[in-house]
């Protein structure tokens, strides 16, 4: 059943429109990805879509008392108050629900923070109470429980101050604040901007786990892989949709591409022919067929409404001499900020040609790592080696380095026309076309531009100057998926060294050669390969850890019971024996089975069809969730069981027991 359709919606701001008589339905269940360019206007569609703007045409339908969430690519000016507050201003209709909720989160800090005041903390205890009562006869302890959840999970402190938080941080409020909702479709502009992988973890499982629809925008192709049922594009102001995964989309579109470049080469080519033969002699207009005439004004038309897609951004990074071979030697490095460890002993070695990935939770201390491994940050202890002859260029994630003030041309360019490219100067309105910028784009202050133009603009500004040591400090934010791949091949091909800090989990895959990886308390670890090399190491590193600290007591064990002689096995001890090694040998076939289910479950729900029956769709996705529990059962009882194994083997090799 369709809970939202579009018809004909036009929206246009100056020249050709940016939605040019979209049509789109959502079905009830369905979690569609909207992608396009830079600009293209996904989140203009988005913000209509919600019924936070209007189209300059065409309607929009909801079902009757749909309820929506958005998180806006853009924080609100207009927003105050706590975390919780704001949080809490999300649940929509519910209003008196979420003021209650607050109230119930200011009383009970008041009262944790007042126990020396008998007489104060039983009024408060009081007030809590009947509080509490309210709230669960309206049943908003559920929602409050989701309030809490989102606000822990996103890693967020409830009592902040909304407006004095980071642009980071905000953000992630307004996602809680979509989340906290529940709505029936939510609306997600980039939501693992300013999220940590655990986060953005926590992000997807809870999305799959939801019953309502989602449309979202997004650039970690993670995200979209593992969430989108649908994908729709917008492209020139028209929506395409996509009924497959995004690898299949990938094909399908640069198959339609293509054909598309073939018909207008055609029509080109055609319209050609029909100029020459318009320009003819004398004679030729005499007998002029009117009908060929009338179709050529008609082709005349069609080609001057053609529009053409952007370009692909040309990115160039230019490669300074090379540095010494050692760019960065730390030997014992622990570096502590108010007392708190944030680096412990760490010891590495960065030469030149590493491409090293950082990764860790948010405010784990990755910019400071990056800091230390410049030099631009000295140590609590330890020491730091740098090499020689390194040119850095620095990617940040704050883009402190553009001036908002300044035109797009004077960031790149410091007020002069031309820049130097590999020796040669070049025109900068000609550089930054290669970062699609266009030449009246170039002279408009940045505070106007987007934040995918800011990122490009960066990317400019960084790859005008020579370097052999790229530092990128979470470049990925905002850039459209075909200026991020075009941003991999780059770095892949370069040849200096990189290190690169990003929550993106593709992009690390596809371009570092090693990992090093926040794992609490200031410890850094070092791993070889991307994020899911890193996984796999860590698992097999903290299954073998937990297998070592069980070896003393099996050893004391062994022992005592060498002393002894050997034991022989009870009765209940060989039923227990066999009984283990009978569920060890079938664990792997009912895995295997629940896997295959589960494939087949997400194949069906990429399957639009499935969409048209909304009990279909919610037993599918109860069956997902079963299915997922069991299968976290299943490995943990599989673990369980090839310790007590490994445990009973080693007994009985060491004479321990007898059977």
Not at 192 to 197: I, Q
Request: aromatic share 6%.
């Amino acid at each position: 059943m369709a809970v939202l359709s579009a018809r004909g919606v036009l929206l246009a701001f100056s020249g050709q429109p940016v939605l040019d008589g979209v049509n789109l339905t959502l079905e009830e269940g369905e979690r569609v990805c909207l992608l396009g360019r830079n600009g293209a206007g996904k989140s203009s569609l988005m913000a209509i879509l919600a019924g936070q703007a209007k189209p300059d045409s065409g309607e929009v339908h909801r079902a009757q008392g749909l309820r929506t969430g958005l998180l806006p690519q853009d924080v609100p000016p207009d927003l105050g108050g706590t975390v919780f507050e704001v949080v809490t201003s999300g649940l929509g209709e519910k209003g008196e629900l979420g003021r209650r909720m607050a109230e119930h989160h200011r009383l009970a800090r008041e009262l944790a923070a007042n126990q020396t005041d008998a007489a104060l903390s039983a009024k408060l205890a009081l007030e809590l109470a009947k509080l509490e009562r309210a709230l669960e006869a309206a049943g908003g302890f559920e929602a409050l429980r989701q309030v809490d959840t989102a606000v822990s999970k996103l890693g967020l402190d409830p009592d902040a101050e909304f407006t004095t938080l980071s642009g980071g941080l905000q953000r992630r409020t307004l996602l809680a604040r979509a989340l906290a909702g529940d709505p029936d479709v939510l609306f997600l502009d980039e939501p693992t901007n300013h999220l940590d992988l655990d986060s953005i973890a926590w992000l997807e499982d809870f999305l799959l786990r939801r019953r309502g629809s989602l449309f979202f925008v997004t650039h970690d192709r993670a995200f979209l892989r593992r969430l989108a049922t649908r994908i729709v594009e917008l492209d020139r102001g028209q929506l395409t949709s996509w009924a497959c995964d995004y690898d299949t989309y990938l094909e399908r579109r640069a198959a339609q591409l293509e054909a598309e470049s073939s018909e207008r080469a055609k029509f080109d080519k055609k319209l050609a022919q029909e100029e020459v033969w318009i320009r003819t002699g004398i004679k030729a207009r005499r007998t002029r067929d009117m009908g060929r005439v009338r179709r050529l004004v008609d082709m005349r038309r069609e080609r001057a409404a053609r529009r053409e897609r952007v370009g692909s951004a040309q990115l160039l990074a230019q490669e300074a001499d090379r540095s010494g071979k050692l760019v960065a030697e730390l030997e014992h490095v622990s570096f502590t900020y108010d007392g708190r460890p944030v680096i412990q002993d760490l010891t590495t070695v960065v030469t030149r040609g590493d491409k090293l990935g950082i990764i860790g939770p948010n405010g784990a201390g990755k910019t400071t790592l990056l800091h230390l491994l410049l030099g631009r940050l000295q140590p609590t202890s330890g020491t730091v080696r740098l090499g020689t002859n390194m040119q850095v260029a620095y990617f940040d994630q704050l883009r402190a380095e553009l001036d908002h003030d300044k035109s797009v041309k004077d960031n790149v360019a410091g007020g002069n026309d031309q820049v130097i490219v590999n020796g040669q100067p070049v025109h900068v309105l000609g550089w930054l076309r290669n970062f699609l910028f266009s030449a009246d784009r170039a002279r408009i202050p940045v505070r106007l531009l987007s934040g995918g133009e800011r990122n490009r603009l960066l990317l400019a500004k960084l790859f005008a100057r020579p370097c052999n040591v790229l530092v990128m400090d979470e470049p990925t934010n905002d850039l459209d998926l075909e200026t991020l791949e075009l941003l991999e091949d780059l770095l892949a091909d370069f040849s200096g060294t990189l290190l690169l800090v990003s929550h993106d989990r593709a992009f690390l895959n596809n371009v570092v050669t090693s990992t090093l990886a926040f794992e609490g308390n200031g410890r850094v670890v070092e791993y070889a390969g991307g994020y899911d090399d890193w996984l796999s190491q860590r698992q097999a590193t903290l299954q073998a850890k937990s297998a070592a600290q069980r070896v003393p007591d099996d050893e004391a064990a062994a022992k005592s019971a060498a002393s002894r002689g050997p034991r022989k096995l009870s009765f209940k001890e060989k039923a227990e024996a066999e009984t283990r090694r009978k569920e060890l040998a079938e664990l792997p076939a009912h895995i295997e089975a629940l896997e295959t289910e589960q494939a087949e479950l997400n194949a069906r729900l990429s399957s639009p069809g499935l969409y048209s029956d909304p009990q279909s769709v919610q037993k599918v996705q109860a069956r997902m969730a079963e299915i997922e529990s069991g299968l976290d059962r299943a490995l943990a009882r599989w673990e369980e069981l090839e310790s007590a194994q490994r445990v009973f083997d080693a007994a009985l090799a060491s004479g321990e027991v007898r059977e």
